[in-house]
């Protein structure tokens, strides 16, 4: 019986157990191979590097929280410090989810600014707000350990790597060089800071999260400020949008979603502060997780694929003490 | 107001049309090069190889209906036969769609198939079934035009490439040989066949879509037989599973979301018939949009890309006469 409902499940395999008689032979699965990492392995998030977002809750009543991990310097930190400030300045708090354009973003902001149906009715900005530009896309890094970096090749940007916990692009400055550019990628699940024309319009005030395959080409043109962490799925599964680039139409501004508060997680009373930690993308454990996504060895598998683009080898986050 | 409305609009700018006289410079988006594409670059797709899945209607009573395109020979032909067999006899006609994981896949079958509480309960398949194994998921194609082709670097396979209408991982025979192996790959939106631990064990009875970031370690490992072209939004935004792999626990079969038929196109009466076509990726106006999607020069762009992984080249396929 066992066999039959683990048989069910293993039908696209990630870490199925059998039972230990019938395990076809094989490597441990990434996700596996994460599951061994030492304590020392997982690094604590900071609170104020978290962000709390409440949604209304779905129609069961259900309650729909998400938590969003914000970037660490030295990337984007013009746009982290005006979300501090719009969080600590309550201004989030009940907006919407405007927009939902499936294989693309869900984006949430003031449903009335650059709203001709309702101009006027637009909250206005808390003061502090900077005005940040496209000389901050991308960050120049200088790294003793740059040579001994595990770097993947990756048609967009010659080549990708991790830093401290987040998928980078980056450019060499020269061959025998510690210096080069490095900027966050669009991957699965990352937010970022929705802009007009003009590269300096993004204020954090409107903000998105890419809900389908990784829209790379955005790198470098607009500002990513972090990735959901949890929840992830309150956003991904909201009915798409049939107007233009997938906002709701004036007919059915209904379907919007509304966002009851976004919150700092050091802002928040002790007790309800979230705590999550990554796992050290320096770590040995990181390094055995991303070779065998890029070469699958699990049961289940008859060609390990050679290799895999990085946003095909996501950073485990947990909830700390887990 | 109408500048108002573009703009809040163009924040992650796509194609939006700006009155004439506002227009930054810049180069024709994507989507504004294939709308630019000839008659005859658009390849009509038979009616056989169309497939119509029809869900039961959503909670507001709207119709749900989901277009599959099979996959073209040379490729998993024989798990196309075996789908074609099982939609004639009407076998799909009240299943379900049982899983749902986040940024991963959509799969449907006979929720009572392999499942232990309800075992004796699953549905007999039809006779004819042929059995597929792994030495079908890659397929040898020879080809004149091999040295022509757009071919872009890939970090799975080396190279990708596009074969009437498909995105193709391949892998040259030798450097001067006009002999490769080529299979297609895991993109958004493409249909696969579920399968357990053994390669042969997929019949068609179960099938899955993917939902997220390109699953590319699954190329050559799991049979790829189609993508869909209309109604991706009616699986993508269903609710996730909270059981192992994302299917829906003993708990939540409430959430499965009921397949009422599943038709090939050309069993429905003409009138009924939907009728698509694609641009043809030999076509000179794929290349500009292949090209324009790896190095976006339109107005919202700052720094091209200056290159694209072949998931981020979707094939533009519309509805015929459109």
Redesign the interface.
Known sequence: ??K??I????????A?PLAAQEE?QGAPSPNEIVEQASAEEWIAIPAEDLLVMTLAPAADGSARKVVIQLMSAPFSQGWVENIRTLARAQWYDDIAVNR?Q????V?WGDPN????ES?GAAKPLPDGLRVVG?NE?VANVIDDDLLARHR??????GWTTFIEGWAVGSKQESLHSLEYQAWPVH???MVGV????S?DTGSGA?L?TVI???????????ALVGRIVEG??HL?????GT???G?YSAEETDKRTPILSIRAASDLPEGERPAFEYLSTDSETFARYANA??N?RD?????P?????I??IPVPVRRAGE
């Open positions: 019986m066992t039959h409902l048989s069910l499940a293993a039908m696209l395999a990630l199925a076809p939902v499936d294989n693309y973003v984006q600014y650059d709203n001709p101009e496209e896309y993947y090749a990756d048609p967009y940007s991957c699965y699940g929705g802009r007009n024309y590269p409107e998105y389908g395959h990784a829209p790379r080409h955005l790198d470098r043109n607009i992830m799925e991904s599964s909201l009915p798409r107007g233009a680039l906002f996504r890029a699958r049961p289940f598998f008859i060609v694929a050679g290799g895999a683009d946003c095909n």
